[in-house]
């Protein structure tokens, strides 16, 4: 069964760039089926989708974070990493890999998730 | 303020039934892009609950249902218990963001 795990450093001061990377268990990020995305969520807030990447190379990213954000894939590793630049305090999250169901956007939704691993911007 | 809005709580006692709403906007729901839902128990990911609208994946309870209709979406509960106690939040896909949106979460309380 699929699994994903997210890994990286839990603590990251700010101005500086919080980078994780999302290890996938089991097939290929090369499948022209799906998408594969970060999501994060503050203590106590909601869901926020941050960016998603398809095997074709195509990113999509999340307008409010467009700047600092970028995704790339290693596929000999079946690993997608998420760097976010510039942090601040408002970017402590548990942040979430997830494996999209649809290569049609419009019906794509998140299957299957990591666990999520929290991330605090702080000095 | 997210795309999409949910009230931030319901309530229901066991047994009883609750909805929950999901409004979005012309470029969201009302484009007739698919509504997902998702349910976040206490300290672990959200799981999917809810597909295109109305599926349910494999071993989510028919108690779980979801329906669509203009700009708006909807969750029902039916036969309330304890163990759904959680948030619930609804996704969908905006054209105006190119992106996916998620709804502000409703925090279900079985009283």
């Known amino acids: 069964q699929l699994q994903l795990q997210e890994s990286g450093p839990g603590l990251v001061k700010p101005s500086e760039t919080l980078s994780l990377t999302c290890t996938v268990s089991v097939g290929s990020l090369s499948t022209s089926s799906y998408y594969w995305g970060w999501i994060r969520q503050p203590p106590g807030k909601g869901l926020e989708w941050i960016g998603s990447f398809y095997y074709s190379g195509n990113t999509y990213y999340n307008p409010s974070l467009k700047s600092r954000v970028t995704i790339s894939v290693d596929t000999s590793k079946s690993q997608f990493s998420l760097k976010l630049s510039s942090v601040t305090a408002t970017d402590t999250a548990v942040y979430y890999c997830a494996r999209q169901s649809s290569m049609i956007v419009v019906v794509s939704n998140f299957d299957i998730w990591g666990r999520g691993t929290l991330v605090t911007v702080s000095s | 303020q997210s795309v999409l809005t949910q009230p931030p709580s319901v309530s229901g006692a066991p047994g009883q039934r609750v909805t929950i709403s999901c409004t979005g906007s012309?470029?969201?729901?009302?484009?007739?892009?698919?509504v997902h839902w998702y349910q976040q128990l206490p300290g672990a990911a959200p799981k999917l609950l809810i597909y295109v609208s109305i599926n349910r994946p494999s071993g989510v309870p028919d108690r779980f249902s979801g329906s669509k209709s203009g700009t708006s979406a909807s969750l029902a509960i039916a036969g309330l218990q304890a163990e759904d106690e959680a948030d619930y939040y609804c996704q969908s896909y905006d054209s105006s963001l190119s992106g996916w949106v998620f709804g502000g979460g409703t925090k279900l309380t079985v009283l």
């Open positions: 012309s470029s969201n729901i009302g484009a007739g892009f698919d």
